[in-house]
């Protein structure tokens, strides 16, 4: 069974940093492109930062400079460096992942979040 694994997060004063990991784990035939997102209690998911399989990378214009994606295909692990952190990148962090289970079947799965607290 396919699942992505998130670590990382945790509380933090400001201006210090975090890297989150996901992992994918089971059987896959490639990946094709993953995300984060991150979601504040009544608010939309919002979009962080993705990467493709030809580490082509995006980050949202306002985390640009502090946050930076990065990956390991050969671990299958998707990596986000926070940098620079400010209280208002409090939030759960979401892996987000496009898969190919096999060449034909291309499936998408979200991790299970993590806790980002930046607070002193």
């Known amino acids: 069974q396919v699942q992505l694994v998130e670590s990382g997060g945790g509380l933090v004063q400001p201006g210090g940093s975090l890297r989150l990991s996901c992992v994918v784990s089971?059987?896959?035939?490639?990946?094709?492109?993953m995300t984060w997102y991150r979601q504040v209690p009544g608010m939309q998911r919002e979009f962080v930062a993705t990467i493709t399989r030809h580490n082509r990378t995006d980050v949202a214009h306002s985390l640009q400079g502090r946050f930076t994606i990065s990956g390991d295909a050969a671990k299958n692990t998707v990596y986000l460096q926070m940098n620079s952190l400010k209280p208002e990148d409090t939030a759960v962090y979401y892996c987000?992942?496009?898969?190919?289970?096999?060449?034909?079947?291309?499936?998408?799965?979200w991790g299970q979040g993590t806790q980002v607290t930046v607070s002193s």
């Open positions: 089971g059987s896959i035939y490639s990946v094709d492109f």
């Open positions: 987000h992942a496009n898969i190919w289970i096999t060449w034909s079947n291309l499936k998408d799965f």
